[in-house]
């Protein structure tokens, strides 16, 4: 009997040890062999960390997480909260598009191998992917300002193209549609059911991913739209800047720009070494393994819980994504101390916030068009927009992150209109700078729209050096 139990006793501590033992090898705590071809001998299969509470200190692993945007992670929404006297008249939202593919591949590495194609029962998943495609492979005849009619409308190689939108991507905006459809919709009766062609209003930038997000989002927020009403105008550029883009100051603020983050880089010895090492890895020289960006591709491996890639001389490792994303991080914060991005963000994002804000007024003036506004873009539209809102603690932009512009009316007195400003779903109004002091002088809930009209035609400039007070006096001013 005694003997029976020791042998029960060892057979479970012999359990316990090789379940350690595998949990260790799945995290990277133990390094696994690789083969003389650069093959893994084992699964190199990493697990995500849970992102459950911020850590006490900045960890870059966390941050990447948050930039993910896993769709499984709980999404808070603070859209639609008002005072009950005020009503909804229009919205504004600005996206960056969803999860892609890497826009540029490590050297002598092998591609990721991830599937572009949209398959209802793999992970992740969304209720209504398989209608989403359904509805897709109708609109072949959709009428979209050129060359955005040229574009496929949803995701479909085996193998993704560089830069396409992936299914994790599609579902991201699939879920932030049908949270706005909730709110906007259902709880604040938006739009007519009958709606109009005229009371939206959609653009986007000559990008697949772009287009293909918009179409996921503004599906999830009406689905099985009617493909007559809708239309897709085509924006040339990034910043959305229409017919106002040429602006040599906010290039010259732009280079000064650059050459801070070239100095930050340099005294960065931990990341040149690192740098290095893993062009030793990849056996090129390091100035070309820099080139190529390999943060994109790494994060594009990290956030489909693959294994970084391996070479005969072994692998990059979860140390190499570290330093790098932590260099990131840094040049974000030194970003925001040294102002230069500040000047180029106002110069650049000025001309999409005047356009928002001509849209508020003629609604607010009693204009039933463009209700709701969806822009569909890229970090870099993004970025500029926050930081010229006096957003500073904003995190850089994650995969389908969302910027919302919300106009309130008083039902009790109707001349009288606010706004709202919502970031992922948290309410940043009285973080902007148009509207952080408001609070102090008024005893009013909501911020006027005139602070924010004020602030895009006026004050915006009045931060610049240039002493300027317009626009285009502003970008040809010289000497910046």
Known sequence: MLFRNRFFLLLALAALLAFLSLSLQLLHLIPVSVSKNGASTKSRKRILPDPVTEPPVTDPVYEALLYCNLPSVAERSMEGHAPHHFKLVSVHVLIRHGDRYPLYAIPKTKRPEIDCTLVANRKPYHPKLEAFVSHMSKGSGASFESPLNSLPLYPNHPLCEMGELTQTGVVQHLRNGQLLRDIYLKKHRLLPSDWAPGQLYLETTGKSRTLQSGLALLYGFLPDFDWKK????????????????????????????????????????????????????????????????????????????????????????????????????????????????????????????????????????????????????????????LSALGLEEARFPRFAARLIFELWQDRGKPTQHAVRVLYNGGDVTFHTSFCRDHHKRSPKPMCPLENLVRFVRRDMFAALESGSTNYYDACHTEGV
């Open 230 to 385: 809708i239309y897709f105008r085509h924006q040339p550029s990034a910043l959305f800047c229409s017919g106002s883009c040429y602006c040599p100051a906010r290039n010259q603020y732009l280079e000064k720009e650059q050459h801070r983050q070239y100095l930050l880089r340099l005294k960065n010895s931990q990341l040149e070494r690192t740098y290095g090492e893993m062009a030793r890895l990849v056996d090129v020289p390091t100035k070309q393994l820099r080139a190529a960006n390999p943060i994109d591709s790494l994060l594009c491996q990290f956030c489909h819980n693959m294994s970084f890639p391996c070479t005969r001389h072994g692998c990059i490792g979860m140390e190499h994504f570290r330093v790098i994303k932590m260099h990131q991080i840094e040049d974000e914060r030194e970003r925001r101390q040294k102002k230069l991005y500040l000047g180029y963000s106002l110069l650049g994002a000025h001309p999409i916030l005047n356009q928002t804000v001509a849209r508020m007024q003629r609604t607010a003036e009693g204009g039933k068009e463009e209700l709701f506004a969806l822009y569909s873009a890229h970090d870099v539209t993004l970025s500029p927009v």
